[in-house]
């Protein structure tokens, strides 16, 4: 039942403020308003008039209506069609008092609250509780390497990331090491690197800055993160060589031995893909 209704005049268009008993989906039913009639007059001492374009029955209401719903506290804004005895859902720029499940209010190109779901990388439940959707980082963003991979890749170089594809350059911002030894250490080596193609003996052209072998025959004992460059001051290579290559782990002079009973060592990469 709707218990107060009011106009402030000093606007255009004119907000008509509606408090009612009835649930919003009664409200919004086709011929509630009419329903009402008898105690709108009651309380408007009078029967309501409401605001159209230029003042002629049968135009469009101009009013602007805000309906508090008393059972759930609700506050909306809506249009009233005269045609229809319908209240809608406020269009063109004002938040609906809806939204979908899983979406967001967005601001369009016209500056308009529009709702969208995240990006298909990123989802938020109903509780607003972000997460990564399934697989967004796997192998290719993420690799990891066992211990054992160390020694050969001297020899054979460890590959990283796959080739990204035709015109495609892979430009490796960041690299970090979580080195975990047992029982020993590495030695030997010499400067660790990322490099562009699968060439032998850390010859291939540079993807990131050297990790001195010293840094890492030094870890022992508890595990420990380790940093390594990336491609600014070390990009330096033919076309040829870097695009559409796939980046592998290599070092110069020679192979490192492992001393240790276990362990492992894993590299995050943060990287960005270029087509050019």
Not at 118 to 127: E, K, R, V
Not at 188 to 201: C, E, M, R
Request: glycine share 10%; net charge negative.
């Amino acid at each position: 039942m709707i218990t107060s209704i009011k106009r402030e005049l000093t606007l255009y268009p004119n907000i008509v403020s509606i408090i009612s008993t009835d649930s919003i989906s009664t409200i919004t039913t086709a011929g509630y308003f009419e329903s009402q009639s008898d105690e709108i007059e009651r309380i408007n001492n009078g029967a309501w008039q409401w605001e159209t374009l230029d003042g002629i029955p049968g135009n469009p209401v101009t009013d602007i209506v805000v309906i508090y719903s008393s059972p759930t506290n609700n506050l909306s804004w809506y249009n009233y069609n005269i045609a229809t005895d319908t209240f809608s859902t406020v269009t063109g720029g004002a938040l609906s008092p809806t939204l979908q499940d899983g979406y967001v209010f967005v601001g369009n190109n016209s500056n308009i609250a529009t709702p969208y779901p995240l990006s298909s990388d990123l989802g938020i439940n109903n509780s607003g509780a972000l997460a990564l959707t399934s697989s967004v980082v796997a192998n290719a963003q993420i690799s990891l390497n066992n211990a054992t991979d160390i020694p050969n890749m001297y020899a054979t170089p460890v590959q990283l990331l796959p080739a990204p594809g035709a015109n495609k350059l892979i430009l490796i911002e960041e690299v970090l090491w979580f080195v975990f030894v047992v029982l020993g250490s590495f030695s030997g080596g010499g400067a660790i690197s990322l490099q562009y193609g699968n060439t032998a003996h850390g010859a291939g052209p540079l993807a990131s800055g050297p990790l001195p072998a010293a840094t890492l025959n030094a870890v022992s004992g508890s595990p420990t993160f380790l940093s390594e460059a990336g491609f600014p001051s070390y990009l330096n290579a033919a076309n040829t060589a870097c695009l559409n290559a796939a980046v592998y782990l290599s070092n110069l002079t020679a192979p490192f031995v492992y001393g240790g009973s276990g362990g492992i060592t894993s590299l995050f990469l943060k990287y960005r893909i270029f087509s050019l």
